[in-house]
């Protein structure tokens, strides 16, 4: 790192949390290294903030620590005017996927090729809801 250069705010509070997850679990930096592919001095660059850390290996990380990758951007702010639409679209097809029958009814619905008979099955769906 250049003389000038200094951390980025958001890799020093990925570092902490990551150290602070490691700590709670009773991990030594050395354990957490191997399981990442590591030397334990990678992981204390990653945790003081003066490296960043992949993608890869924060999900790798995360699941070595049992937590969501999330857990590392914690108390970090959003920004202004976020858009959770796609998340919130994940989350409604996320617990569509987990009711029984879901996924065929999905696949069977993909099959039709009629798009007519796609909008009357839809229609009646929202009927039977009551969201006609």
Same mark, same amino acid.
């Given at each position: 790192?250049?003389?000038?250069?200094?951390?980025?705010?958001?890799?020093?509070?990925?570092?902490?949390?990551?150290?602070?997850?490691? #700590?709670?679990?009773?991990?030594?930096?050395?354990?957490? @290294?191997?399981?990442?592919?590591?030397?334990?001095?990678?992981?204390?660059? &990653?945790?003081?903030?003066?490296?960043?850390?992949?993608?890869?290996?924060?999900?790798?990380?995360?699941?070595?620590? #049992?937590?969501?990758? @999330?857990?590392?951007?914690?108390?970090?702010?959003?920004?202004?005017?976020?858009?959770?639409?796609?998340?919130?679209?994940?989350?409604?097809?996320?617990?569509?996927?987990?009711?029984?029958?879901?996924?065929?009814?999905?696949?069977? &619905?993909?099959?039709?090729?009629?798009?007519?008979?796609?909008?009357?099955?839809?229609?009646?769906?929202?009927?039977?809801?009551?969201?006609?």
């Amino acid at each position: 790192m250049a003389e000038d250069k200094f951390p980025d705010p958001v890799d020093i509070h990925v570092g902490r949390r990551l150290r602070m997850r490691r #700590k709670d679990l009773g991990h030594s930096q050395q354990a957490l @290294a191997d399981a990442l592919g590591l030397t334990f001095q990678q992981v204390q660059k &990653y945790e003081g903030g003066s490296n960043r850390i992949s993608a890869s290996k924060l999900h790798a990380a995360a699941m070595f620590l #049992k937590t969501p990758v @999330a857990f590392f951007f914690e108390g970090l702010e959003d920004p202004e005017g976020v858009d959770n639409t796609a998340a919130d679209l994940a989350n409604e097809m996320a617990s569509f996927w987990s009711l029984p029958g879901g996924p065929d009814l999905a696949r069977a &619905y993909a099959a039709i090729e009629s798009a007519g008979m796609r909008k009357h099955l839809m229609d009646l769906a929202r009927a039977i809801a009551g969201q006609e």
